[in-house]
């Protein structure tokens, strides 16, 4: 293999799983290694952490009220979400593709449903799901970007960008949309692209640290380590910023890694 295609495809095989993050709705996927999971920013922010703690606090409850009401789709949605929020993503599966099979016309329901596959991994079934949970005369631009994200996954990036260009007729310059079509040039190795698109994100949101992480490895994927680092490490403890670095170095290391070979 020549290196020119090695390095095409070396960000494809390290980013691959990254893409449904940003899009669910501005959900987190919980258990799904992304760019920014990658980089410490999802396990260590304190928000996160109690994020997840409320949903376990809250799992019991949602327990016996789903056990109670199985069929009520409002109880099976929450109990969906906080299933995948505490990764127990095949209950989560199992919870939404029953309350589906009840109420096969709820479209929050196939979103949710649709959300569940594709944090365990079938981004195929994820995708068809999600095309039901909108009609094309009222697209959501969410599930829009969401089937972006698993058509990405699936090496169908042209076809995901279509789907990014249609949410962003009806949200223009959303920074997570913009984030994913950023990530989805990335997969093709087209890194300026990925840097314009990305660089768009971060003007609309500076605050978002998933978006910096982004942009930082693109940065870093072209050679600018002292930029990428400035962004990873911005407004963040100095215990904290330190081993976003260290992480950003070693998936960069691992990307030579591979173009070497």
Not at 231 to 254: C, E, G, I, M, Y
């Amino acid at each position: 293999m020549s290196k020119r295609s090695s390095l095409a495809s070396s960000p494809a095989r390290l980013l691959l799983p990254a893409l449904l993050v940003l899009v669910l709705g501005g959900c987190q996927t919980a258990g799904i290694e992304d760019v920014t999971g990658a980089l410490g920013v999802r396990s260590e922010t304190a928000v996160k952490a109690d994020a997840k703690a409320d949903a376990r606090s809250d799992m019991d409850a949602l327990r016996e009220r789903y056990r109670a009401k199985p069929s009520d789709p409002n109880v099976a949605l929450a109990y969906g979400k906080a299933l995948r929020e505490t990764g127990q993503r095949a209950q989560a599966v199992a919870v939404m593709e029953q309350a589906v099979l009840a109420h096969p016309s709820n479209k929050a329901l196939l979103a949710g449903y649709g959300r569940a596959l594709a944090d365990s991994g079938n981004f195929q079934q994820a995708f068809d799901v999600l095309s039901r949970a909108h009609a094309p005369e009222d697209p959501d631009w969410r599930i829009l970007s969401a089937q972006g994200a698993a058509l990405d996954q699936l090496g169908r990036n042209e076809e995901a960008q279509q789907y990014y260009a249609a949410a962003l007729k009806i949200v223009p310059d959303e920074p997570t949309v913009l984030s994913n079509l950023g990530l989805s040039y990335m997969l093709q190795n087209n890194l300026p692209k990925a840097e314009q698109v990305l660089g768009r994100a971060y003007q609309r949101n500076q605050n978002d640290a998933r978006v910096r992480a982004n942009l930082a490895l693109v940065l870093g994927l072209q050679g600018r380590e002292a930029e990428a680092e400035i962004l990873v490490k911005a407004d963040l403890p100095p215990d904290q910023a330190a081993a976003k670095v260290a992480a950003l170095r070693q998936l960069l290391t691992k990307k030579q890694q591979r173009a070497d070979k």
